[in-house]
């Protein structure tokens, strides 16, 4: 009796499938062994995510040993200032080495690894997971079977603190411990010694200038201009804009030519925008302080009077700038109101 090979390829076929699919998948010994060796081999401890390093991740069954947070980037958008994503992959990596610096028992690390993915390099992947805009971060947890569904996403308000807003994400997502942040000194330590090199030079000249009174903060002048200067800082939203790395203006969406300087809405100031207003602040300043220091010491009445008239116009026309440009911007106007006797 003849027996049929159809049944028999069919076997094979299911048997060699099995087969592929088991050389693919990974132990979850296989897969930290394998993310360790990638860690090692990057300075800062973030690993480069390809869509096949991703689908080897994922047939790790879950739950998994091991969360991955993962930064989304691309390279083309490095332009737009609007976005700081060059400073915010530079924040990330702060935050990968800080970790490990933290933490360097390897049965905590291996419990947390980072990643950065690129757009142009792995367009599969940012359709699993749903990402349309940037920057984005996301944190895949250890039971996550659906990437869109089951990864956790940073919120775009917590990138306001960059390293450390990323740190507290991770410790509240993954309950590890991510330790503080190691940021490298402004000043180098050759650079250290080179200044203190210069200052020991130059400090018997120094200290001689001191004493004779001969050196710039002995001039009233610079103080002045100190003065000046500060308040500018102050009333121009200055810290803001370093805090925030806020740019100095916007590419128009409209009109990519055209540059935004002013933007309308309270949420957003722009660099442009705070420099404009502590500039017509501190014209106002300057003129108080000419008319209150300077003009009190010019003898001719008929003098006092013009220059008086023209700075209490230029400070009505830079107050009432002010008040403009914030109701445009908030939406709020201010009235005025005059006294009831008056009436």
Request: charged share 15%; proline share 5%.
């Amino acid at each position: 009796m003849a027996i049929s090979s159809t049944p028999t390829l069919l076997l094979l076929g299911a048997l060699l499938l099995l087969l592929v699919s088991a050389n693919h998948s990974l132990s979850p010994s296989d897969a930290v062994s394998e993310l360790t060796r990638l860690r090692s081999q990057s300075p800062t401890g973030v690993i480069h995510l390809t869509d096949s390093l991703m689908r080897r991740i994922m047939s790790v069954s879950a739950p998994r040993p091991y969360s991955i947070l993962i930064f989304f980037d691309a390279q083309q958008l490095h332009s737009k200032t609007e976005l700081s994503l060059p400073a915010l992959k530079t924040e990330f990596a702060l935050l990968a080495s800080s970790f490990l610096a933290n933490n360097p028992d390897s049965k905590i690390n291996s419990k947390l690894f980072f990643f950065n993915i690129e757009f142009q390099e792995s367009q599969q992947t940012f359709s699993q997971f749903g990402v349309n805009s940037l920057p984005h971060i996301r944190v895949v947890p250890p039971s996550a079977t659906d990437l869109k569904k089951d990864s956790i996403q940073m919120d775009a308000s917590d990138f306001s603190r960059m390293a450390e807003s990323m740190a507290e994400f991770v410790e509240a997502k993954t309950n590890l411990e991510v330790g503080p942040i190691h940021r490298p000194p402004v000043v180098s330590k050759k650079q250290m010694m080179f200044i203190v090199a210069i200052l020991l030079i130059w400090s018997p000249f120094l200290i001689k200038k001191i004493v004779t009174g001969h050196t710039l903060l002995h001039d009233k002048y610079v103080w002045m201009a100190g003065a000046i200067f500060v308040y500018f800082f102050s009333v121009g939203g200055a810290m803001h804009n370093i805090i925030r790395k806020m740019p100095m203006f916007l590419a128009d969406r409209n009109d990519p030519g055209k540059l935004v300087f002013f933007y309308q809405g309270s949420g957003m100031q722009l660099g442009a925008e705070g420099f404009s207003i502590g500039f017509l602040y501190t014209i106002v300043g300057v003129l108080l302080a000419f008319m209150t220091h300077v003009l009190v010491r010019v003898k001719s009445r008929s003098a006092q009077m013009m220059v008086m008239v023209f700075a209490l116009f230029v400070s009505f026309w830079a107050v009432k700038k002010v008040i403009s440009l914030d109701n445009w911007k908030t939406g709020y106007g201010i009235h005025a109101y005059w006294p009831s006797s008056w009436m």
